[in-house]
């Protein structure tokens, strides 16, 4: 069964800092790998998906890459600001289903 | 983009009753909608795939008595948590697979609170 790690589980960066979360799998046998963010109480947000073919993908600040055969997949946000408060979760794509890590809470201080 | 609504966002029941949320996609047919709950400070647990026209396939240690699942249209499915106790307290979270057939579309989900 796949197993998603992240790491750090919690983080806090004065704005404007560049910052990387981490991300590692089990299972190198994924089919995709996407990222989310949630807010407090809130649903999902798709931020990005990197399809098995794919080694990243970019969306504004935002770039996710994913190396399959170490088992790993990072998210890099440039520029952070307070709005980019939120937990951040990665899931990894199985036979259509997903295994989320716990996620790595993002505070971004003014 | 795809879009995936719940509801109802947050209930409140009795213990012992039973409490229907239900995922529609909007924009979108899904033959195939997935549930996830959610407890505080950790992450999301996949409980049962749900497909249009038969019956769902629930996770390892996830009860289909008391959870009952109902896929009966490609935008429609539903969750009923039978008799509810104060541990089914979560936060319950639908997903429809997209028409790629592999990216997921998450409603914003439901709070439950049993009291």
């Known amino acids: 069964k796949q197993e998603v790690t992240q790491i750090p589980a919690a983080l806090s960066v004065p704005e404007g800092e560049n910052l990387v979360l981490n991300c590692s799998f089990t299972?190198?046998?994924?089919?995709?790998l996407q990222w989310f963010r949630q807010d407090p109480g809130k649903g999902l947000t798709s931020l990005l998906l990197?399809?098995?073919?794919?080694r990243e993908q970019t969306s504004g600040r935002l770039n996710a890459s994913l190396d399959k055969s170490s088992g790993r997949s990072t998210l890099y946000i440039a520029a952070s600001q307070p709005g980019d408060s939120a937990t951040y979760l990665c899931a990894g794509t199985g036979a259509n289903n997903l295994f989320f890590g716990t996620g790595t809470r993002l505070t971004v201080i003014p | 983009g795809a879009v995936v609504s719940q509801h109802p966002s947050r209930v409140i029941c009795k213990s012992g009753t039973s409490v229907k949320i239900e995922c529609r996609s909007l924009?979108?047919?899904?033959?195939?909608m997935f549930w996830y709950r959610q407890f505080p400070k950790q992450s999301l647990m996949l409980m049962a795939t749900s497909n249009e026209g038969s019956k769902a396939t629930y996770e390892q240690g996830v009860e289909k008595d008391k959870f009952l699942i109902n896929h009966a249209s490609l935008t429609l499915s539903t969750l009923t948590v039978t008799s509810a106790h104060p541990e089914d307290s979560s936060f319950y979270i639908c997903?429809?697979?997209?028409?790629?057939?592999?990216?997921?579309?998450f409603g914003p989900g439901t709070r439950l609170t049993v009291t």
């Open positions: 299972d190198s046998a994924i089919y995709n």
């Open positions: 924009d979108f047919q899904a033959t195939t």
């Open positions: 990197i399809q098995s073919s794919q």
């Open positions: 997903s429809a697979l997209g028409p790629s057939g592999y990216e997921q579309y």
